[in-house]
């Protein structure tokens, strides 16, 4: 998809999700035509003329200005993870440096996450999990049996995601607008690209869930997994950027003292210490694979 579709395809989403009266128009009944608001009325909410707005909606938005962006986002009711994503398709695309071959984390990141207490993975925009302490391979074990571990690629086309991911629907809905999230970050990203059109060609649920047009940003959050060794665990998950590593975050997941999922974690951590398998995703951090003086 252009950049000027996926700007028409999400407006025209956002629109569909506003009715009249949740925008503090008249409703002077008749049948709509459309879903949610027209654009007219969106128009008249930001302030703009509809022939300006729909030049917009058609994907003609680079050189809008943030005043106008602003206006649109307040007339869509977009929340900041939207308006953000609305401002991402605004810009024109930066180029970025020359991707790694393998991604990889410092060695000091490593030991970090080895020290952690709790289940660790460390991701980028693509969801590949790029290294993990002990415990947290041990909580993704089935996402780590690939050689190349990717919690999209897991949750929309390996059959056992289904069970592992108890609320699967919302895994895959989440899953799907955080991809579409960083696409508009960055539209440079081939890995990322070539992903998106992976899961599209072979995914029936990926093409459903990324037509909603949806964004979001994981930052925390409960969720709960069906281990297939130690059952059901309800987690609360934390995402931290790893300073001067563009792109990287560290994921944490804890349970609540004395709880039952705290048990579980005590079990986890017996059957990951019984576990072969190196920490470090394929043996390479980044230190092993910069020059040595």
């Given at each position: 998809?252009?950049?000027?579709?996926?700007?028409?395809?999400?407006?025209?989403?956002?629109?569909?999700?506003?009715?009249?009266?949740?925008?503090?128009?008249?409703?002077?009944?008749?049948?709509?035509?459309?879903?949610?608001?027209?654009?007219?009325?969106?128009?008249?909410?930001?302030?703009?003329?509809?022939?300006?707005?729909?030049?917009?909606?058609?994907g003609k938005i680079r050189g809008?200005?943030?005043?106008?962006?602003?206006?649109?986002?307040?007339?869509?009711?977009?929340?900041?993870?939207?308006?953000?994503?609305?401002?991402?398709?605004?810009?024109?695309?930066?180029?970025?440096?020359?991707?790694?071959?393998?991604?990889?984390?410092?060695?000091?990141?490593?030991?970090?996450?080895?020290?952690?207490?709790?289940?660790?993975?460390?991701?980028?925009?693509?969801?590949?999990?790029?290294?993990?302490?002990?415990?947290?391979?041990?909580?993704?074990?089935?996402?780590?049996?690939?050689?190349?571990?990717?919690?999209?690629?897991?949750?929309?086309?390996?059959?056992?995601a289904r069970n592992y991911y108890?609320?699967?629907?919302?895994?895959?809905?989440?899953?799907?607008?955080?991809?579409?999230?960083?696409?508009?970050?960055?539209?440079?990203?081939?890995?990322?690209?070539?992903?998106?059109?992976?899961?599209?060609?072979?995914?029936?649920?990926?093409?459903?869930?990324?037509?909603?047009?949806?964004?979001?940003?994981?930052?925390?959050?409960?969720?709960?997994?069906?281990?297939?060794?130690?059952?059901?665990?309800?987690?609360?998950?934390?995402?931290?950027?790893?300073?001067?590593?563009?792109?990287?975050?560290?994921?944490?997941?804890?349970?609540?003292?004395?709880?039952?999922?705290?048990?579980?974690?005590?079990?986890?951590?017996?059957?990951?210490?019984?576990?072969?398998?190196?920490?470090?995703?394929?043996?390479?951090?980044?230190?092993?694979?910069?020059?040595?003086?």
């Amino acid at each position: 998809m252009s950049r000027k579709d996926e700007v028409r395809e999400f407006l025209i989403s956002r629109r569909a999700h506003v009715t009249p009266e949740q925008a503090g128009l008249p409703d002077f009944g008749g049948e709509r035509r459309v879903p949610g608001l027209r654009r007219e009325e969106v128009a008249t909410l930001a302030g703009l003329s509809i022939d300006y707005y729909t030049q917009l909606e058609r994907g003609k938005i680079r050189g809008a200005s943030d005043s106008v962006l602003n206006a649109i986002a307040r007339a869509l009711q977009l929340n900041d993870v939207e308006r953000a994503h609305l401002f991402d398709l605004a810009r024109t695309p930066i180029a970025r440096g020359r991707r790694q071959a393998r991604p990889a984390v410092r060695s000091s990141v490593q030991r970090v996450l080895d020290n952690l207490a709790v289940p660790a993975v460390v991701f980028n925009p693509q969801q590949d999990l790029i290294a993990a302490n002990l415990m947290g391979r041990a909580l993704f074990a089935p996402h780590f049996e690939a050689e190349r571990p990717n919690l999209a690629r897991f949750i929309f086309l390996d059959p056992r995601a289904r069970n592992y991911y108890v609320n699967w629907l919302l895994a895959r809905g989440m899953t799907a607008a955080m991809l579409r999230l960083e696409s508009g970050r960055n539209p440079l990203n081939n890995d990322l690209t070539a992903l998106i059109g992976e899961l599209s060609t072979l995914s029936p649920q990926f093409r459903t869930d990324w037509a909603e047009q949806d964004v979001h940003e994981h930052r925390t959050g409960q969720k709960v997994y069906r281990h297939p060794e130690v059952g059901e665990l309800e987690v609360t998950f934390d995402v931290f950027e790893l300073p001067g590593e563009p792109g990287l975050s560290i994921c944490t997941y804890s349970v609540e003292e004395g709880s039952p999922s705290a048990d579980k974690f005590a079990l986890l951590a017996s059957w990951a210490a019984t576990q072969p398998g190196p920490r470090v995703l394929r043996g390479a951090t980044k230190a092993d694979q910069e020059p040595r003086a």
